[in-house]
């Protein structure tokens, strides 16, 4: 007890959050209102490095609020044109949207801010950063096949991944390509 609060109502896409509350020992019970919003879709368009749409794509929407807690939820997919769409976003709620999209290989992820105004956003997506090499065993130097790598950004920032995987387990050489880092 003795602190304020913020009581957050969500399904899978919408959000509503009440007023702050105070919960203490002389008042440990309050009643708080949350009220729904009519919320605003946030539209836009998925493009590869060149311009071209990046079709049928799985992206996300993730919201951060000002109280150390975030929430995903909403996701879609891009269409023929690379457009997307996220349904009745909340654009009242103190925090941040993030919109997350992430590749298998070539492309960065994207980590991208955004403002829930109604204005159509364009997302170009950026060639990724390539490092391959071996995994040897350091006892016998023979090769690791069918291992999972991963890449850690020591530098990265917010609104920036800071997690690659390899395009997939390695070979029987040992062999494995990360296509997806971030510059």
């Not at 490095?49 to 995903?72: D, M, N, R, T, W």
């Not at 939820?73 to 457009?83: A, F, I, L, P, V």
């Amino acid at each position: 007890l003795d602190c304020t609060y913020r009581l957050v109502w969500s399904d899978r896409d919408r959000r509503a959050m009440s007023e702050e509350i105070r919960l203490t020992a002389e008042e440990p019970i309050r009643e708080a209102r949350i009220q729904m919003v009519e919320g605003i879709d946030v539209t836009g368009r998925l493009l590869d490095p060149e311009g071209k749409p990046i079709v049928g794509k799985e992206l996300g929407l993730h919201y951060a609020s000002l109280y150390s807690h975030g929430f995903g939820g909403n996701s879609g997919k891009t269409d023929s044109e690379g457009r997307f769409v996220f349904k009745q976003v909340n654009p009242k709620l103190p925090g941040e949207y993030e919109v997350q999209v992430d590749f298998e290989r070539a492309n960065q992820p994207v980590r991208r801010n955004i403002e829930v105004n109604g204005k159509p956003i364009e997302i170009r997506v950026k060639k990724g950063l390539v490092a391959t090499g071996q995994l040897l065993d350091a006892a016998t130097g023979w090769p690791i096949p069918d291992a999972e790598v991963l890449a850690f950004c020591k530098e990265a920032e917010k609104g920036v991944a800071w997690q690659a995987k390899a395009e997939g387990p390695t070979d029987a050489n040992g062999m494995f390509r990360l296509s997806t880092q971030s510059d």
